[in-house]
């Protein structure tokens, strides 16, 4: 089977592990962020005014937020 597919367990545990790590440096409010943006289904537009609304930020603070943390996500991760 392949990567990603809930028939290929050991890949998705491998992946899991590595989502978590990458999760694990983010403060909570980062995590917030880009959970709202990419592991949602709204759009761009919706996620910020969605985040704008629970975390009581402007709408600079919630892009500043979104790019800081996938930094640190994917330094964590991909190491670049």
Do not use: W
């Not at 050991?10 to 899991?16: A, G, I, M, T």
């Not at 537009?45 to 709408?59: I, R, V």
Request: aromatic content about 8%.
């Amino acid at each position: 089977p392949e990567y990603g597919n809930p028939d290929n367990p050991v890949n998705n545990e491998v992946s899991q592990r590595y989502i978590e790590k990458g999760l694990s440096v983010l403060t909570e409010d980062e995590r917030k962020v880009l959970e709202g943006f990419y592991m949602s289904k709204l759009r761009h537009n919706e996620a910020k005014e969605m985040l704008m609304d629970k975390l009581g930020y402007a709408d600079t603070s919630i892009e500043s937020i979104r790019k800081t943390a996938l930094r640190k996500y994917t330094m964590c991760e991909f190491g670049k």
